[in-house]
Nanobody, 115 residues
Framework: QVQLVESGGGLVQSGGSLRLSCAAS????????MGWYRQAPGKQRELVAIITSGGSTNYADSVKGRFTISRDNAKNTVYLQMNSLKPEDTAVYSC?????????WGQGTQVTVAL
């Protein structure tokens, strides 16, 4: 069992930056593929970025070049550095931990980008 707690969300002006953190407990995350997803009001949840246990990353086209996912297995934490934020990035951002057929989710943190 893995518990995930996100933090770092908030209100930021367009063009600004935020760094989200996802702290895991209950299990070491080193073997997990970790991901960030987001869901805007009235829209389906979408993948933002993932990082495998080996450190390979993948990003949604909409955030490539602006967002960076990273992991610190020693701290059992995953990060999402978000730069050049746009109003369309406004959403609830959730962290996930996936291993084989099991996926754990955090509660999410709100990110609001103002014009």
């Amino acid at each position: 069992q893995v518990q995930l707690v996100e933090s770092g969300g908030g209100l930021v002006q367009s063009g600004g930056s935020l760094r989200l953190s996802c702290a895991a407990s209950g299990s070491r995350i080193s073997i997990y593929t970790m991901g960030w997803y987001r869901q805007a009001p009235g829209k389906q949840r979408e993948l933002v970025a993932i990082i495998t246990s080996g450190g390979s990353t993948n990003y949604a086209d909409s955030v490539k070049g602006r967002f960076t996912i990273s992991r610190d297995n020693a701290k059992n934490t995953v990060y999402l550095q978000m730069n050049s934020l746009k109003p369309e990035d406004t959403a609830v951002y959730s962290c996930s931990a996936q291993w084989r057929v099991t996926t754990y989710w955090g509660q999410g943190t709100q990110v609001t980008v103002a014009l």
